[in-house]
């Protein structure tokens, strides 16, 4: 598509419970980022994806947090035994190339899922 | 911690005034992007600069990278109620990875 979708746009769940977050990067773009936003403002890295590869998760939380980006799948976080502490927006974007030095491109963000937990 | 520091946090001006937002840090970064978020909807590009020193404009919004691509700066004309939004910057850095910056919540009062 021409846009990244994530879905669903508003997820609530108990502590304790299971949450899934999906993101259908653009097609044709080979990077996936996944992005948390606390309190409107701070905008924190969790992971990135080349293709089917983590290509970097040094912002992942080291338990509880994992993430998928399958061929012919949309990709996916997952958080396990929710905290209050998750609730926040999750980002994801999508990009043709990295940002490392020469490559530039943008990253197109979806609008996010807003995860709530009671 | 946060690699990237914006000033101001919030700013609240009316209509037609102009404003600066600065991006700061002690890192230097291959190239800096800036992104306005409205609510409830993702982060939009606005610009990316790549060259220390460089000058980007984007009608009222003008946009430096320091010479020692270590900062940036986003300076806006004549305000106006559609401006309003989250500014971000956000720097590339040698890996694959954006660093975001604390942001700017700008409020344009008509």
């Known amino acids: 598509g021409e846009e990244v979708a994530q879905t669903p746009k508003h997820l609530v769940r108990g502590e304790g419970q299971k949450a899934k977050l999906y993101c259908a990067p653009i097609?044709?773009?080979?990077?996936v980022f996944w992005y948390q936003q606390v309190l409107k403002n701070e905008f924190k890295f969790l992971i990135s994806?080349?293709?089917?590869?983590?290509?970097?998760e040094t912002g992942m939380p080291k338990e509880r947090f994992s993430a998928k980006c399958l061929p012919n799948s949309p990709c996916s976080l997952e958080i396990q035994a929710t905290k209050l502490e998750d609730s926040a927006v999750y980002f994801c974007a999508s990009s043709q190339s990295g940002s490392g030095p020469g490559n530039n491109q943008p990253q197109h963000f979806g609008d996010g899922t807003r995860l709530s937990i009671l | 911690t946060q690699l990237l520091e914006q000033s101001p946090q919030f700013l609240s001006i009316q209509e037609g005034e102009n404003l600066t937002v600065y991006c700061n840090s002690s890192?230097?970064?291959?190239?800096l992007q800036w992104y306005r978020q409205e609510p409830g909807e993702g982060p939009v590009l606005l610009v990316t600069?790549?060259?220390?020193?460089e000058v980007k404009k984007l009608k009222r919004l003008t946009f430096q990278f320091g010479d020692a691509r270590k900062d940036s700066s986003l300076h806006i004309t004549a305000a106006q109620p559609g401006d309003t939004g989250l500014y971000l910057c956000a720097g590339a850095g040698t890996g694959n990875q954006f660093y975001f910056g604390t942001g700017t919540s700008l409020t344009v009062i008509p």
């Open positions: 097609k044709g773009h080979s990077y």
């Open positions: 890192s230097v970064f291959s190239s």
């Open positions: 600069v790549v060259t220390g020193g």
């Open positions: 994806f080349q293709n089917e590869n983590v290509f970097d």
